[in-house]
């Protein structure tokens, strides 16, 4: 993190530059025994396409609230970073009503028609699959992300002192965000099973690893693994905290 960063956005930049090859997130779902790493680079690059995606196709603005109904998962970090990345609000778990573009897993399709914007289906599936068959009235991330840019620039500058996040209905500019993480991240290996539906959720899965140079072992469906597989994974991941 550096002193001028004041947006999410900012601090994966100032990740990319600082080491572009180290791990930043790990993903398992021990649901399905998938495992996914990405180096920061890695993940900057699913950021800015989902950026030009956000932008471009689905015409996000600054200020346009974009409704996350994700479960904790490496995706739902990429989209994140990317309403940060072009200014919009992301609104965890928040009312698709409301929203001018909802993102949806495939468990919460049905809540997700009640947004009259844009409509976004994610399968959640290892290796980031498609739906065998894109749902009804939805695109499918895992169809559309593909074929978008490498690098992104938004149309307009991000202001870090708008509005950025929703989460458990509390509101964060991108500028507490940035503050918030740098104060409370460790800057280790973070196991985080915690879900993403409050801000200690979002800061031990993701944010606080960002401010302070840490990674993150996000796991989801972590109470399937038992004790003896949680401790031999904290060892094979060079686990310094966990958060559950």
Not at 156 to 175: C, Q, T
Not at 190 to 208: E, F, I, K, Q, R
């Amino acid at each position: 993190m550096n002193a001028t960063d004041r947006t999410p956005a900012d601090l994966l930049r100032s990740a990319l530059a600082a080491d572009p090859g180290r791990p930043l997130v790990t993903f398992y779902d021990d649901a399905t025994g998938e495992r996914v790493e990405l180096s920061v680079a890695t993940f900057a690059n699913w950021v800015a396409k989902t950026s030009n995606l956000l932008q471009g196709d689905l015409a996000a603005a600054p200020g346009d609230r974009v409704t996350l109904l994700l479960p904790a998962h490496w995706q739902t970090a990429v989209w994140l970073l990317a309403c940060a990345s072009v200014g919009v609000v992301a609104d965890v778990g928040g009312d698709p009503a409301a929203a001018d573009v909802v993102v949806s897993g495939p468990d919460t399709l049905e809540a997700a028609r009640a947004c009259s914007g844009e409509r976004v289906a994610l399968a959640l599936r290892p290796l980031g699959g498609r739906f065998p068959q894109t749902p009804d009235g939805f695109v499918d991330y895992a169809v559309e992300v593909p074929s978008q840019g490498d690098r992104f620039a938004p149309f307009a500058p991000v202001d870090p002192d708008e509005p950025a996040l929703i989460v458990a209905g509390r509101e964060f500019s991108a500028a507490e965000v940035v503050e918030r993480a740098g104060a409370e991240g460790t800057g280790d290996r973070v196991l985080s099973g915690l879900p993403y539906d409050t801000w200690d959720g979002l800061n031990a899965g993701l944010y606080g690893a960002l401010a302070t140079g840490g990674s993150v072992v996000l796991c989801r469906h972590l109470e399937r693994l038992g004790e003896e597989g949680l401790a031999k994974r904290i060892e094979s991941e060079r686990v310094t905290a966990v958060r559950r």
